[in-house]
């Protein structure tokens, strides 16, 4: 790679996560959408990243429509019913904070708040870290703390589990529909909105993109890597 | 191919900027290095992620036997009363027919434990012992075991969305300590996985730089 290049082709210099092998965009594989690192496959990052600033803003423009949409649809999702059963002498509704409530009136209470936390506070929370960073990009650049939302986003995705609670609810519906009269309700298709919704925000929009290509700073920075600072 | 913590560079785990580590120290660690672009701390490797990763398997293994010995859910209708572990539950569900939510079932609340927590014995213990078999393979497992994991909480969604769904005179569901038990397996083996370092079974395998950190 030649590093006067550099600054006018928007060239990318990471470590890669899984593996720590040094790489620019010209070392790592490419196809459509994303890179992924040359040694073990893992994925570097989206394309979002890279293109000109246009392209960026678009991007994230994007993301941020996706995730500003799921917020009102998440609401919902907790207001309505997921399913309902029609029994022989009962008709119970059951929405997803009615699901925590029912095992912890059980004494249930560890199950209650796995299950509060992992389909409601942490996704939640995960959408409000992405919204946050994603609105003050859009409007004055880095959002204060972003570094500490950012990783905060990052720890809470794979605790956020609505898929998992739909297909739950795929499974329930399998055990109990021979039995009972069971009707989806309407939070169920706010809750597959929700999903869809961070998905293609996801897909839309590295958030480390925040800071801009690394190759946006002194080219410099591609030949000579920045010096890490201390804090005296 | 040396590998970033060879050349004494660190990549910033929040903004992904790779900086220079000045002064690195001989145990590896960066002494406090701040990233210059978001200024937050940089770290070579996860901390204590063999150790951690450990204690969290070794609870998760020690979970599992609990989780499925006791009883989860006992389903009481007007013509009997049911006890069900995690396993008698999917042989009932077999035997009324429902076979692929039986194996839907077993899969995930049996099967991807078992290989999740045989897994990421295999990547901590060939990491400990320094080996450098075949690190891309393993590095895939690691993907593999991280992507997976999740859908362990399958069963307790199911348990929790039953017991709101059926309460009548006519049928009820009552859910027991086994569930809690599965339940902390589950998050055990995630908090594993999010311990782990991957690059730490790369570290055997790069072959040391002239330029190295000491």
């Known amino acids: 790679m030649d590093p006067s290049r550099a600054g006018s082709v928007g060239l990318v210099f990471r470590a890669c996560g899984d593996c720590d092998a ?27 990243e890279l293109g000109g600033d246009g392209a960026v803003t678009r991007r994230r423009d994007r993301a941020l429509a996706f995730i500003l949409a799921a917020i009102p649809l998440f609401i919902a999702a907790q207001l309505f019913p997921l399913m309902r059963m029609d029994g022989h002498d009962s008709r119970i509704a059951v929405t997803v904070l009615g699901a925590v409530q029912a095992l912890h009136q059980q004494r249930m209470d560890a199950l209650a708040a796995l299950v509060l936390f992992t389909t409601v506070l942490l996704p939640a929370l995960h959408l409000a870290c992405g919204a946050y960073l994603l609105l003050f990009h859009a409007r004055r650049g880095i959002a204060p703390r972003a570094a500490t939302v950012l990783r905060l986003w990052t720890v809470l995705r794979p605790w956020s589990q609505i ?15 021979t039995v009972f009269h069971l009707v989806p309700g309407a939070g169920l298709p706010c809750l597959v909105s929700v999903l869809l919704l961070d998905r293609l925000a996801n897909s839309s929009f590295d958030l480390r993109s925040l800071w801009g290509s690394p190759a946006a700073s002194p080219s410099d920075s591609l030949r000579f890597p920045s010096e890490a600072r201390t804090p005296w | 191919m040396p590998t970033a913590l060879l050349m004494g560079l660190a990549s910033c785990d929040r903004c992904g900027l790779v900086s220079r580590v000045p002064r690195p120290s001989r145990t590896g660690r960066t002494g406090n290095a701040l990233c210059p672009r978001c200024r937050s701390q ?7 992620s063999l150790q951690r990763t450990s204690a969290f398997l070794m609870a998760a ?3 599992f036997v609990p989780a499925n010995l ?11 009363e049911q006890r069900d572990t995690i396993v008698s539950g999917v042989i009932s569900l077999w035997h009324a027919g429902s076979w692929p939510l039986a194996v839907l079932v077993f899969a995930a609340s049996v099967v991807v434990p078992v290989l999740k ?21 393993r590095t895939r497992l690691y993907r593999w075991v991280d992507r997976v994991g999740r859908w362990s909480m399958l069963d307790v969604f199911v348990m929790a969305l039953l017991a709101a769904l059926v309460r009548s005179r006519m049928a009820s569901v009552e859910i027991h300590a086994g569930a809690i038990a599965f339940g902390l397996v589950v998050v055990m083996t995630m908090l594993a996985s ?4 991957p690059r730490l079974m790369w ?6 730089s002239p330029r190295g950190p000491s």
């Open chain 1, 22 to 48: 040094v790489q620019t965009v010209g070392d790592a594989r490419a196809n459509e959408a994303e890179l992924t690192c040359f040694r073990c496959g893992a994925l570097l990052v989206l394309h979002g």
């Open chain 1, 163 to 177: 898929d998992v609670l739909l297909f739950g609810m795929l499974v329930a519906f399998g055990k109990l529909a």
């Open chain 2, 42 to 48: 940089l770290q070579f490797r996860k901390s204590d």
């Open chain 2, 61 to 63: 293994a020690l979970l």
């Open chain 2, 70 to 80: 006791l009883p989860v859910m006992t389903t009481r209708t007007l013509l009997k």
């Open chain 2, 117 to 137: 927590i045989s897994a990421l014995a295999v990547l901590v213990i060939s990491t400990a012992r320094q080996s450098r078999w075949h690190p891309r393979a």
């Open chain 2, 194 to 197: 999010q311990s782990f370092d």
């Open chain 2, 203 to 208: 570290d055997q395998h790069a072959p040391p």
